[in-house]
């Protein structure tokens, strides 16, 4: 069934048919995407996950496509409605869109104007009107139709019933709709208006009070604040076109004349595009600009998303995590290199000097007892704060200290997984233990929280869940298997990630290394109860034993390869364990010795190199970074100050960027570098260091204007001498100020606190 599909995958994307065959085939035995990408490269022709993932979806695409044709050819067949010209129309449609398009006359309709002028009979009647004879006189026509008791009573009446018929068929026509809809597409418009009386109520959608923008032209956040608008009932949302466009060109496809039955025809034509064309366009059409501003934005949070899930790991360390609090107080706890809690306090440095100097006692006392070797602080409220109360403990040289980012953190310490790990604690200790073991491991904890939490997103409550989740979700197991995962310290819910495996499996793979002890080795992973070969086979490769009884299974080497690394140790002379990791040994092994029909030179390439590094992490290393002590509050902002900060969302209309007072800031798209930037992705990344210059704070709204251009940090550090007080508030210093401050000054930045 699915090989119908190969040929036109392939000639769309532009592959091989052998690549798109095998990728079709590995997906009905049930492999996974990571697993294609990374263990049959020979047979897709090594295929990325980008391409395997385009072919699967475009595959789902087709199949939902068949199966829309074969509801759709039952339905016209039970009905006796299918001929075999609409049947062969019916097969050749390569849309969704023409299959509806071709199925809307025929399709079961509700009691229509058109429906009940054919009951009385007038269905003929719109016949002899729409040929349009140029002797005919369309009341004596009308006149043989009308009965009182089929309720005509009169010609007029007659031919208003005509008339309805006929704008349905121009409704209905397949070339019309085409016709129309391509109008739609180069000449509609969006035109937003505020609902009277909502004014004040949407203030923070005044920018589209008044606005008219070509659909064509629209970016996605804008789509989205407008769609958004419309849905909250402040906005008057309208995709329209140039009327006399459209009827024109309607008009030049249904009259075929200047006589009576040709204005009667001509009218038809006007309602029927009014009436039932234009609002079926202006409905398809926003679903399609909302479908692509969906995928925008979709793409925007995924992309966000696996910058977070790499960030690079700190690594195993002894750790204490503080969660920042003042009159609660600053939760505390201690965790082992593993992230296993050891220890709880509660301490209050915040509150008093008392709070302080107790606090100094407990936090020095619980580094020496643990042999703590770093320490993250929450980036919350009283985070700036807490990290400075902590250097100037005079702590030991080699503690490190830093922030760590706790978006997401509540969400985790109040979930079901939260308290499965941690039973016997409150949420505020679950938050302190999530936010040290994001510091040892950020992917490894932030699986545990539902990606639409974890706050990289562009307008994510108002895209499609079911493609967000599915989108996203992917990106999860892209990250989690291109790191790899040890299976003796993973928890279920990083198991749960890895290819192949799912929620049930991966509770049964903890339970059973609870039961028998650390896993020696990959093969006794097949003892664990409902895992069999199948999902050996897509999972193995991606699970890591260190300290195993071989070597291999520290490796992303796959079980189903040992034995070319055998054949080659056996070739040398030497034993497993002493080939990996030996770049001299390595080095002298033809790789075009060990290819077969098994193995291809893409598999043996990818071994050699695993074995050069044997369970290497693709993340970068961990860098420290500290936030200016210049700015501890938004109100220690100035125009004019170059400070360092972190990246935490990407958006299409800019970048957010934490500068440490607990506010971020926003460098709009034109601010991002000394050139133009289509896409900010070009520029920067989620978790990224940068250097940003103030360029506005305003106190009252809590909103601080950035840029990353080059020319801004010197024209600001000039014009920032000038100035003896925080800027608060001053905007419209000048037109080119305004234009640069269009998505600061616009709902954009309220939306997204919101999401």
Same mark, same amino acid.
């Given at each position: 069934?699915?090989?119908?599909?190969?040929?036109?995958?392939?000639?769309?994307?532009?592959?091989?048919?052998?690549?798109? +065959?095998?990728?079709?085939?590995?997906?009905?035995?049930? #492999?996974?995407?990571?697993?294609?990408?990374?263990?049959?490269? %020979?047979?897709?022709?090594?295929?990325?996950?980008?391409?395997?993932?385009?072919?699967?979806? *475009?595959?789902?695409?087709?199949?939902?496509?068949?199966?829309?044709?074969?509801?759709?050819?039952?339905?016209?067949?039970?009905?006796?409605?299918?001929?075999?010209?609409?049947?062969?129309?019916?097969?050749?449609?390569?849309?969704?869109?023409? /299959?509806?398009?071709?199925?809307?006359?025929?399709?079961?309709?509700? +009691?229509?104007?058109?429906?009940?002028?054919?009951?009385?009979?007038?269905?003929?009647?719109?016949?002899?009107?729409?040929?349009?004879?140029?002797?005919?006189?369309?009341?004596?026509?009308?006149?043989?139709?009308?009965?009182?008791?089929?309720?005509?009573?009169?010609?007029?009446?007659?031919?208003?019933?005509?008339?309805?018929?006929?704008?349905?068929? !121009?409704?209905?026509?397949?070339? #019309? *709709?085409?016709?129309?809809?391509?109008?739609?597409?180069?000449?509609?418009?969006?035109?937003?208006?505020?609902?009277?009386?909502?004014?004040?109520?949407?203030?923070?959608?005044?920018?589209?009070?008044?606005?008219?923008?070509?659909?064509? %032209?629209?970016?996605?956040?804008?789509? @989205?604040?407008?769609?958004?608008? #419309?849905?909250?009932? =402040?906005?008057?949302?309208?995709?329209?076109?140039?009327?006399? *466009?459209?009827?024109?060109?309607?008009?030049?496809?249904?009259?075929?004349?200047?006589?009576?039955?040709?204005?009667?025809?001509?009218?038809?034509?006007?309602?029927?595009?009014?009436?039932?064309?234009?609002?079926?366009?202006?409905?398809?059409?926003?679903?399609?600009?909302?479908?692509?501003?969906?995928?925008?934005?979709?793409?925007?949070?995924?992309?966000?998303?696996?910058?977070?899930?790499? &960030?690079?790991?700190?690594?195993?360390?002894? =750790?204490?995590?503080?969660?920042?609090?003042?009159?609660?107080?600053?939760?505390?706890?201690?965790?082992?290199?593993?992230?296993? /809690?050891?220890?709880?306090?509660?301490?209050?440095?915040?509150?008093?000097?008392?709070?302080?100097?107790?606090?100094?006692?407990?936090?020095?006392?619980?580094?020496?007892?643990?042999?703590?070797?770093?320490?993250?602080?929450?980036?919350?409220?009283?985070?700036?704060?807490?990290?400075?109360?902590?250097?100037?403990?005079?702590?030991?040289?080699? $503690?490190?200290?830093?922030?760590?980012?706790?978006?997401?953190?509540?969400?985790?310490?109040?979930?079901?997984?939260?308290?499965?790990?941690?039973?016997?604690?409150?949420?505020?200790?679950?938050?302190?233990?999530?936010?040290?073991?994001?510091?040892?491991?950020?992917?490894?904890?932030?699986?545990?929280?539902?990606?639409?939490?974890?706050?990289?997103?562009?307008?994510?409550?108002?895209?499609?869940?079911?493609?967000?989740?599915?989108?996203?979700?992917?990106?999860?197991?892209?990250?989690?298997?291109?790191?790899?995962?040890?299976?003796?310290? &993973?928890?279920?819910?990083?198991?749960?990630?890895?290819?192949?495996?799912?929620?049930?499996?991966?509770?049964?793979?903890?339970?059973?290394?609870?039961?028998?002890?650390?896993?020696?080795?990959?093969?006794?992973?097949?003892?664990?109860?409902? @895992?069999?070969?199948?999902?050996?086979?897509?999972?193995?490769?991606?699970?890591? =034993?260190?300290?195993?009884?071989?070597?291999?299974?520290?490796? #992303?080497?796959?079980?189903?390869?040992?034995?070319?690394?055998?054949?080659?140790?056996?070739? /040398?002379?030497?034993?497993?364990?002493?080939?990996?990791?030996?770049?001299?040994?390595?080095?002298?092994?033809?790789?075009?010795?060990?290819?077969?029909?098994?193995?291809?030179?893409?598999?043996?390439?990818?071994?050699?190199?695993?074995?050069?590094?044997?369970?290497?992490?693709?993340?970068?290393?961990?860098?420290?970074?500290?936030?200016?002590?210049?700015?501890?509050? $938004?109100?220690?902002? %100035?125009?004019?100050?170059?400070?360092?900060?972190? !990246?935490?969302?990407?958006?299409?209309?800019?970048?957010?960027?934490?500068?440490?007072?607990?506010?971020?800031?926003?460098?709009?798209?034109?601010?991002?570098?000394?050139?133009?930037?289509?896409?900010?992705?070009?520029?920067?990344?989620?978790?990224?260091?940068?250097?940003?210059?103030?360029?506005?704070?305003?106190?009252?709204?809590? +909103?601080?204007?950035?840029?990353?251009?080059?020319?801004?940090?010197?024209?600001?550090?000039?014009?920032?001498?000038?100035?003896?007080?925080?800027?608060?508030?001053?905007?419209?210093?000048?037109?080119?100020?305004?234009?640069?401050?269009?998505?600061?000054?616009?709902?954009?930045?309220?939306?997204?606190?919101?999401?």
């Amino acid at each position: 069934m699915s090989e119908r599909y190969v040929e036109p995958i392939a000639k769309e994307m532009g592959l091989k048919a052998f690549q798109v +065959r095998a990728v079709v085939g590995l997906i009905e035995e049930g #492999a996974t995407v990571p697993f294609m990408a990374r263990y049959r490269k %020979e047979a897709t022709g090594s295929l990325d996950e980008v391409a395997i993932t385009d072919i699967k979806d *475009r595959l789902f695409q087709l199949r939902d496509l068949d199966a829309r044709r074969e509801s759709i050819l039952k339905s016209l067949s039970e009905r006796e409605l299918l001929t075999e010209e609409l049947q062969a129309r019916i097969e050749q449609a390569d849309s969704l869109t023409l /299959l509806e398009d071709i199925y809307l006359p025929y399709r079961p309709k509700k +009691r229509t104007r058109a429906t009940m002028a054919r009951e009385k009979g007038l269905e003929p009647l719109a016949q002899a009107l729409f040929l349009q004879e140029v002797t005919a006189d369309p009341s004596r026509l009308a006149a043989d139709y009308v009965d009182a008791e089929k309720g005509v009573s009169g010609v007029e009446e007659a031919l208003a019933g005509a008339r309805d018929i006929i704008a349905e068929w !121009v409704n209905e026509s397949e070339e #019309a *709709r085409g016709d129309i809809r391509r109008l739609f597409a180069s000449e509609g418009v969006f035109r937003c208006r505020a609902i009277p009386g909502k004014e004040t109520e949407g203030a923070k959608f005044k920018d589209y009070f008044d606005w008219t923008e070509k659909i064509s %032209e629209a970016p996605s956040h804008r789509v @989205l604040a407008m769609l958004r608008g #419309a849905a909250e009932d =402040i906005l008057n949302l309208r995709v329209a076109v140039p009327e006399d *466009r459209a009827l024109d060109l309607l008009r030049s496809r249904f009259v075929k004349g200047a006589g009576a039955c040709s204005k009667e025809v001509g009218e038809a034509v006007c309602d029927g595009y009014r009436r039932l064309l234009s609002p079926s366009m202006e409905t398809e059409k926003r679903m399609e600009a909302k479908k692509e501003a969906d995928k925008t934005a979709i793409h925007v949070f995924a992309a966000n998303l696996r910058e977070l899930l790499m &960030a690079p790991p700190l690594g195993e360390k002894i =750790i204490m995590a503080v969660d920042p609090g003042i009159r609660t107080g600053c939760k505390v706890v201690c965790l082992d290199r593993q992230g296993k /809690l050891l220890h709880t306090e509660t301490v209050f440095p915040l509150l008093n000097d008392a709070g302080r100097a107790t606090a100094a006692k407990v936090i020095s006392a619980l580094c020496a007892k643990f042999d703590i070797e770093a320490v993250a602080v929450g980036n919350g409220t009283g985070g700036r704060e807490t990290l400075s109360f902590l250097r100037g403990l005079g702590l030991p040289e080699g $503690i490190f200290l830093t922030m760590v980012n706790e978006s997401g953190a509540s969400v985790y310490s109040a979930s079901r997984v939260a308290r499965e790990e941690l039973p016997d604690q409150d949420v505020t200790i679950r938050g302190a233990v999530s936010i040290g073991r994001r510091l040892l491991d950020p992917l490894a904890e932030l699986v545990k929280i539902d990606p639409k939490s974890i706050g990289v997103g562009q307008y994510q409550h108002d895209v499609d869940q079911r493609e967000l989740k599915r989108t996203l979700d992917d990106v999860v197991v892209s990250c989690v298997n291109a790191v790899g995962v040890d299976v003796n310290t &993973a928890s279920p819910s990083l198991l749960t990630y890895v290819s192949g495996m799912g929620p049930r499996l991966a509770k049964n793979v903890v339970a059973f290394r609870n039961e028998n002890g650390p896993y020696r080795s990959r093969a006794e992973l097949l003892k664990v109860p409902m @895992l069999g070969p199948k999902a050996f086979e897509q999972s193995a490769g991606f699970m890591r =034993i260190r300290g195993g009884l071989n070597p291999l299974d520290g490796s #992303a080497v796959h079980p189903e390869s040992y034995w070319v690394v055998e054949s080659m140790a056996s070739d /040398l002379g030497c034993s497993i364990g002493e080939l990996v990791g030996n770049d001299a040994a390595l080095g002298g092994v033809d790789p075009k010795k060990y290819v077969t029909d098994r193995v291809g030179m893409p598999t043996i390439k990818d071994i050699l190199e695993e074995l050069g590094k044997p369970g290497r992490d693709p993340r970068k290393a961990f860098e420290s970074f500290l936030f200016s002590e210049k700015a501890q509050k $938004i109100e220690d902002l %100035e125009s004019g100050m170059v400070l360092p900060g972190v !990246v935490t969302n990407v958006t299409a209309f800019g970048a957010f960027v934490d500068i440490g007072v607990h506010q971020d800031g926003l460098v709009h798209v034109s601010q991002l570098a000394d050139r133009y930037v289509k896409d900010p992705h070009q520029v920067v990344k989620v978790h990224q260091k940068v250097s940003v210059t103030v360029l506005e704070v305003d106190l009252e709204r809590r +909103r601080i204007s950035l840029s990353m251009r080059k020319d801004a940090q010197a024209e600001r550090k000039t014009e920032g001498k000038a100035k003896s007080a925080p800027v608060r508030g001053k905007t419209g210093e000048s037109e080119s100020r305004s234009r640069k401050q269009e998505a600061f000054n616009s709902p954009f930045a309220d939306l997204l606190k919101r999401m």
